[in-house]
């Protein structure tokens, strides 16, 4: 942690790799992986339909002819906790990334972790979307 604080001081950045611990990496790739088919966008894949992924909890935003991309629309469905009877299949990569949002990147705790990280105190405020950049578009 000392090395990335270190980093952070001399370059104002940095890029956590592996930050997610295995379970919830799995979970996300796999729902993305899984819009993706659903979708039928991806690898070798191309979509020349602008609309693809759009839905009641994701919104086209930008220009379509520049790199448009999904925003997840908070509060769109209920709670992932209340989720947990049904299976991981049924759970939108947008619920996973909200839930992370709201119980570990918006806590006071992770406030208080990247205020040590970075050397600037606690945060006094954050910003933030859930967006999807769809393969091919």
Request: proline residues 3%; positive net charge.
């Amino acid at each position: 942690l000392n090395e990335i604080r270190t980093r952070f001081e001399e370059e104002s950045s940095v890029k956590l790799r592996h930050f997610l611990n295995d379970e919830w990496s799995s979970k996300i790739k796999v729902a993305f992986r899984r819009q993706d088919e659903k979708d039928k966008v991806g690898v070798n894949n191309p979509s020349l339909d602008y609309h693809v992924g759009i839905n009641e909890k994701w919104k086209a935003v930008g220009p379509a002819h520049k790199q448009r991309f999904l925003q997840y629309q908070e509060g769109s469905v209920s709670a992932l906790s209340a989720k947990k009877a049904s299976t991981d299949d049924d759970v939108d990569v947008g619920e996973y990334l909200d839930h992370l949002k709201q119980n570990l990147f918006q806590s006071v705790e992770f406030g208080r972790w990247v205020g040590w990280l970075s050397s600037l105190g606690f945060p006094l405020g954050y910003r933030g979307r859930i967006r999807r950049f769809r393969p091919g578009l």
